[in-house]
């Protein structure tokens, strides 16, 4: 296996022109990246902005430290970091949020098969559901980000797998896949229940295909 380029493991190999910055402005670094970033964002992408030298996951453990308890907190979201508002917190945003409606029965269970199954192919989230798997069902949870693309799998048809994204662990409050509830609180939680699936076995998802984008969400 051939290495770096030369210019690139010369560059690598060359220490810095300048010393890093003391480890408190690194702090202040990772904090305004963190605090005007829209998503967030990885030990990568802060030390791809940050001056040579530095070090990113030191300044995060700080600034982990310095917020904790605090109305605003620094939670892990999958890969990367973002400030949030503390979980006991919570009811005094409840003004500002606006209500979503709920992702339909068939959305919810195809979302969580993949959690708990990813990567998993379209026929693979039929199996464990016990019907199709409607191609609205799919656009929806890319459209959102929930979901994403993964690897083909190695078998005939080359079919592609689905995963979760770092959106979908940030909106539930997660920090990796680790974190999923397990059965008894997704029943407590409305997510799963033992009901049978409406309609004969194999016939299209809860009526999608008939009924359009709109069946995808509760009213």
């Known amino acids: 296996m051939s290495g770096p380029p030369a210019g690139e493991a010369e560059a690598a ?8 910055p003391p480890i408190e402005a690194q702090e202040r670094m990772v904090e305004a990246m963190l605090f005007a970033s829209a998503a967030p964002l990885g030990l990568a992408e802060l030390a791809r902005r940050m001056p040579q030298g530095s ?20 939670a892990r979201a999958g890969e990367g970091w973002a400030f949030r508002t503390a979980a006991d917190l919570g009811h005094l945003m409840s003004r500002e949020v606006t209500e979503a409606r709920r992702l339909s029965r068939a959305a919810t269970e195809t979302l969580a098969i993949i959690a708990y199954h990813q990567p998993a192919t379209r026929a ?3 199996a464990v559901r016990g019907v199709a798997v409607s191609r609205g069902t799919l656009d929806l949870l890319l459209e959102l980000g ?11 048809g080359r079919p592609v797998t689905y995963l979760v994204t770092a959106a979908f662990l940030d909106h539930f409050g997660l920090a990796s896949v680790r974190d999923l509830p397990g059965l008894r609180e997704l029943r407590a939680a409305g997510l799963l229940d033992s009901r049978p699936p409406p ?12 009924e359009g984008q709109g069946a995808l969400f509760e009213e």
Do not use: C, Q, S
């Open 55 to 74: 070090d990113p996951a030191e300044a995060l453990a700080r600034l982990v430290r310095r917020y904790a308890g605090r109305g605003v907190e620094l």
């Open 146 to 156: 929930w979901i994403a693309f993964g690897r083909r799998r190695d078998t005939p």
């Open 13 to 20: 190999a060359t220490p810095p022109l300048f010393p890093p």
């Open 124 to 126: 693979e989230i039929e």
């Open 199 to 210: 309609g004969p076995a194999g016939a299209e998802e809860d009526g999608e295909a008939a």
